[in-house]
T-cell receptor
Framework: GENVEQHPSTLSVQEGDSAVIKCTYSDSASNYFPWYKQELGKRPQLIIDIRSNVGEKKDQRIAVTLNKTAKHFSLHITETQPEDSAVYFCAASICCSNGMKTSYDKVIFGPGTSLSVIP | KAGVTQTPRYLIKTRGQQVTLSCSPI?????VSWYQQTPGQGLQFLFEYFSETQRNKGNFPGRFSGRQFSNSRSEMNVSTLELGDSALYLC??????????FGPGTRLTVL
């Protein structure tokens, strides 16, 4: 069945350093890859997403890259801050590509990465 | 718009009982997905409803069931509770084809 792997499971970085979290997926039909951040005691919240027609997307200190051939996608956080400390989940699903629903499959989440940013 | 809401927020039950959890999606969202979150297993997909129909289902036993009403509100039911059912149950709503917005969750403790 579909599977999403995520590494590392825990990550500790010094404030100001970069953090990279990597995910791989098994279903080659997947074309939508969101990343969620879950702070302690709070709900997961979308921080960035990427679709398969794009190789990279950036939003301030956060960037995501996608390699469809290798079925890899990664989250990059630069200039980390203590408030970046949280659990990060990657996910993969099959979604429409043009904003209209043409097909949909369940969202498969990775097991999560616990990021700690040390002041 | 108001966010996704879930009730109750906390619940304590004993083994063998059943429980019903409720999720109200963001207005206009027709898809509601349910997840079980435990420290060791991460986010496990239970099922997804779209326009009152179960569209996808995860690998959970038949004790876990759900439904969706015409106003898109969804309920999840767990019968014959087991200790291992203790978890945070999250629902997420979406328009039906991409970004999911999570509710605050219901913390279920089974004694």
């Amino acid at each position: 069945g579909e599977n999403v792997e995520q590494h590392p499971s825990t990550l500790s970085v010094q404030e100001g350093d970069s953090a990279v979290i990597k995910c791989t997926y098994s279903d080659s039909a997947s074309n939508y890859f969101p990343w969620y951040k879950q702070e302690l005691g709070k709900r997961p919240q979308l921080i960035i997403d990427i679709r398969s027609n794009v190789g990279e997307k950036k939003d301030q200190r956060i960037a995501v890259t996608l390699n469809k051939t290798a079925k890899h996608f990664s989250l990059h956080i630069t200039e980390t801050q203590p408030e970046d400390s949280a659990v990060y989940f990657c996910a993969a699903s099959i979604c429409c590509s043009n904003g209209m629903k043409t097909s949909y499959d369940k969202v498969i989440f990775g097991p999560g990465t616990s990021l700690s940013v040390i002041p | 718009k108001a966010g996704v809401t879930q009730t109750p927020r906390y619940l304590i039950k004993t083994r063998g009982q059943q429980v019903t959890l409720s999720c109200s999606p963001i207005s206009g969202h027709r898809s509601v997905s349910w997840y079980q979150q435990t420290p060791g297993q991460g986010l496990q997909f239970l099922f997804e409803y779209f326009s009152e129909t179960q569209r996808n289902k995860g690998n959970f036993p038949g004790r876990f069931s759900g439904r969706q009403f015409s106003n898109s509100r969804s309920e999840m039911n767990v019968s014959t509770l087991e200790l291992g059912d203790s978890a945070l149950y999250l629902c997420a709503s979406s328009l039906g084809y991409d970004t999911q917005y999570f509710g605050p969750g219901t913390r279920l403790t089974v004694l």
